[in-house]
């Protein structure tokens, strides 16, 4: 009976959200965010989608609570009480009616007809579930491979369309996570660069527009909180 | 909080982590290299992989890590995942054959394409994880 079960996750998952919206302790806050993306892991597995669940396992529940621990530890570790607003929610609940109109017209979980089950991927799924059966049973020869239907013979159909049918794609996906690697690089380690190496080539985009800084003063004065190399040198610990 | 100790110094920590470590790695190098046969991949296995070292770098300290992956390797790593993707797709055009046409690698090719591909994917992904982190970490220091 696998309908209660997700009926309970998602229980877990809207409560959980509560609960995030909620908190004024930011660390309870990162870690019910590391909760939220397990329990959704978890639907996706009920779901069958394990190759998502697995991503929002690691990413989700892994990654991001350790981005967001990290952030805490630049911040303090709770909110500022703050009047409830009406624009805000009004704007939520327009998002909300808007994502159950839209809802309206898709096709009830599970069913076959859905146009997802139809078209492409039917057709890929006989091609994929042919060729690895030629390819692990070679006793049991049905039909012998023609040109027509070439096939990645993968056993995982996943990593055969993200890989091959949709290699573009990837392909620009790891683009993208490289870019975006690339972006956070730019942001939060440029002038650690400049302490480390001085006079090394980044040194030229320290903000002089008000002051020029002497040669040997590295850090612009202007930014507060901002130590100077020797705090970076003798100050070791990672989490305070 | 009230009295600061250090994460390396709780040796619960310290010992689970130590053991811990190598497991993680090679589930993530198992994830990498069965993604053709059950679920995973180079993303999942990119992340899980430097997991692993950040787990090592939350507990021993930003300096452990890098020693033994230095910001510029790691840096370099990135743009090395990404080259080996494109590159295999350059592969094709030696035989007059499609941008990431696996069927070059000859008859089992798109396991050999797929293969490196998702190398460069893992490669790309760890990485780059990895270098968020550092960024992240980095201002950790800094904000004492």
């Given at each position: 009976m696998p309908f209660p079960t997700e009926v309970f996750l998602f229980l877990v998952l809207i409560a959980t959200g509560f609960m995030v919206a909620r908190a004024t302790n930011l660390f309870a806050a990162a870690m019910l965010t590391g909760v939220f993306s397990l329990t959704s892991a978890c639907l996706f597995t009920v779901m069958d989608a394990v190759d998502v669940a697995f991503t929002e396992a690691a990413v989700g529940g892994g990654f991001s609570t350790v981005l967001f621990l990290g952030a805490l530890a630049l911040t303090s570790r709770t909110e500022k009480k703050q009047p409830a607003k009406l624009y805000p929610f009004i704007i939520v609940l327009l998002t909300g009616i808007a994502l159950i109109i839209g809802m309206i017209n898709l096709k009830p979980y599970?069913?076959?007809?859905a146009p997802i089950h139809n078209h492409v991927t039917e057709k890929i799924k006989q091609k994929e579930w042919a060729a690895v059966k030629r390819s692990t049973r070679p006793?049991?020869?049905?039909a012998t491979a023609t040109p027509h239907d070439?096939?990645?013979?993968?056993?995982?159909i996943v990593t055969s369309i993200l890989g091959s049918y949709r290699g573009y794609d990837t392909l620009g996906e790891t683009g993208v996570i490289f870019t975006a690697g690339v972006g956070v690089m730019l942001l939060l380690m440029g002038r650690r660069r400049d302490d480390e190496e001085p006079?090394?080539?980044?040194?030229?985009?320290?903000?002089?527009?008000?002051q020029e800084p002497a040669?040997?003063?590295?850090?612009?004065?202007?930014?507060?909180n901002e130590p100077t190399a020797a705090d970076v040198q003798t100050d070791e610990e990672p989490l305070s | 909080m009230k009295k600061p100790m250090r994460m390396r110094e709780i040796v619960v920590l310290r010992v689970v982590s130590r053991v811990l470590m190598p497991y993680i790695m090679l589930f993530g190098l198992y994830v990498q290299f069965h993604g053709d046969f059950g679920p995973g991949g180079g993303f999942q296995a990119g992340v899980i992989f430097s997991a692993a070292l950040i787990l090592y770098g939350i507990i021993f300290g930003l300096d452990a890590v890098q020693r033994v992956f230095t910001p510029f390797a790691v840096e370099l790593c990135m743009a090395l995942g990404l080259l080996l993707y494109a590159g295999t797709g350059l592969v094709s055009f030696y035989k007059n054959?499609?941008?990431?046409?696996?069927?070059v690698f000859g008859s089992h090719g798109q396991h050999y394409g797929i293969l490196l591909i998702e190398g460069g994917v893992g490669i790309t992904v760890a990485s780059t994880v990895l270098m968020i982190f550092y960024a992240f970490a980095g201002r950790w220091r800094v904000s004492q």
């Open positions: 599970g069913d076959h007809n006793d049991r020869q049905t070439k096939a990645v013979g993968l056993p995982n006079g090394g080539a980044g040194s030229s985009e320290a903000p002089s527009h008000d040669p040997d003063e590295l850090e612009p004065s202007g930014i507060a | 054959m499609n941008y990431l046409d696996y069927d």
